[in-house]
DNA sequence: ACTAGTGTTCTATTTATCTATTACACTGTA
DNA sequence: TACAGTGTAATAGATAAATAGAACACTAGT
C-alpha cells in the first residue's frame, strides 16, 4: 500500500478501509480480514493496524467481537452518514481551499471541468 | 495560525505564505517579516519557520539575502507557475478522493454546486 | 569600530508515530 | 482439554518533527 508521509500511516489505513465500505468492497455485517493479515495486506504493524480500527470502532463503523474478529456494521444508516460526511469533508475542504486562492466559485467550478476533460480524454 | 495536527507545521506554514504570495497579500519584491517576527507570528519555532523558507528558497519564490532579509521573487512568471500548480493539485486530489467514493463526474459537481449554494445562503 | 537587525547553522531535548515482540483474553473445534 | 485463530494490551526501541537555546555570518547605520 502507497501512504503519503506526510499523514500518519493509521490514519490512512483508516481512509483506505472506509472506502471499501462505503464503495460495498467491504458489505454490511461482512467480516474483515485478522488484524494479522490486515497489517500483511498494508505492510505495516499490527498495532498499527489497531490503532486505526481503535477510531473506527469508536466511530460504530465497525464492530469487534474478541476471539471472532472485526465486522462492518450491519447498521446501513450509518454507512450512509459516513459517506455524506466524506464528501461534504471533501468538497468543503477543496472549496476553501481554492477560494483562498482568491478564486470566485465559477472559476473552481471551471477548473473542475477542465480537469475533468482532460482526464475524459488523456482516458 | 491553526496547525493541522495532522500534517508537519513547517509544510503548513509553506502553504500559507504561498497563499500570501499567490493572492498579493505579498507583493512580488516585497520583503516578508523576519524569520524571528515570522516564528512569533505563526506562534512556531526559528527553525521551524527556516525549514518552511528552505523549502521556498528551493523552489525560487523565495530570494534570501543574508543580513537583509526574505524577498518574494520579482519573476511574476514564477508566481503564476505555482498559483496554477497549487490550482491543479487541490483539483486533482479533490477529484481522485470523490472518484475513490463512486462519485460520477456528474455527481461531484453537483456536491460542489450544492455546497456553493449552501454555503451562499448561510452568508 | 560598534551595534542592531537580519539569515543560517548547530546541539540537545521532547513528543508523536511506527515498529518489533511478547503476552494475555476470548471463540470455536477437534 | 488442547489448540488454532482471533482481538487486545504492554513494553522497548527507532525515527521524524518540533522546540529551545546558542552561536555564527552578513548588512546597514551610527
Redesign the pocket.
Known sequence: MHFD?KI????QIKAHIYHEIITGTLQPGEK?P????LALDV??????V??A??EM?AAGIID???????FVTMDETKITDLKTQLITEQVARAYQQLHALNLSDEEILNSLKHYMTQRGNAE
Open positions: 508521509d500518519p500511516i493509521y490514519y474483515l485478522s488484524v494479522r493479515q505492510t505495516a504493524n499490527v498495532n498499527t489497531q490503532r480500527l481503535s470502532i469487534s467481537k474478541r476471539g471472532k474478529g472485526n
